[in-house]
């Protein structure tokens, strides 16, 4: 059984960090991504890395703010997140894909699994 276990959500001040933690189990994955949803919008991709090699891709707005990274002992994904701003608050989401050959893994179609959320508040 698949699961995915978010966690390291909570409020912060602007300018702040928190670093979002995912740990994976139940079967190998190709690629793993967060996601994010603020209220009353629609999902959106903030950042993949593919498990062989490790090549990541960002949203336009995360980039140089934003790093994804894991560790493959653990099983686990990472997203530091620094120089936050308001408009960062979301739920934020871990993904993880069993299919290989996507450039990007950046579109929600491409994950069929997905953890329960974690909460992000930045606040002004």
């Known amino acids: 059984q698949v699961q995915l276990v978010e966690s390291g959500g909570g409020l912060v001040q602007a300018g702040g960090s928190l670093r979002l933690s995912c740990a994976a189990s139940?079967?190998?994955?190709?690629?793993m991504g967060w996601f994010r949803q603020a209220p009353g919008k629609e999902r959106e991709f903030v950042a993949s890395?593919?498990?062989?090699?490790?090549?990541?891709y960002y949203a336009d707005f995360v980039k140089g703010r934003f790093t994804i990274s894991r560790d493959n002992a653990k099983n686990t994904v990472y997203l530091q997140m620094n120089s936050l701003n308001p408009e960062d608050t979301a739920v934020y989401y871990c993904?993880?894909?069993?299919?290989?050959?996507?450039?990007?893994?950046?579109?929600?179609?491409?994950?069929?699994?997905w953890g329960q959320g974690t909460q992000v508040t930045v606040s002004s």
């Open positions: 139940g079967r190998s994955f190709s690629a």
């Open positions: 993904a993880a894909s069993n299919t290989w050959g996507h450039s990007y893994y950046s579109s929600r179609n491409e994950y069929p699994y």
């Open positions: 890395i593919k498990w062989s090699g490790g090549t990541t």
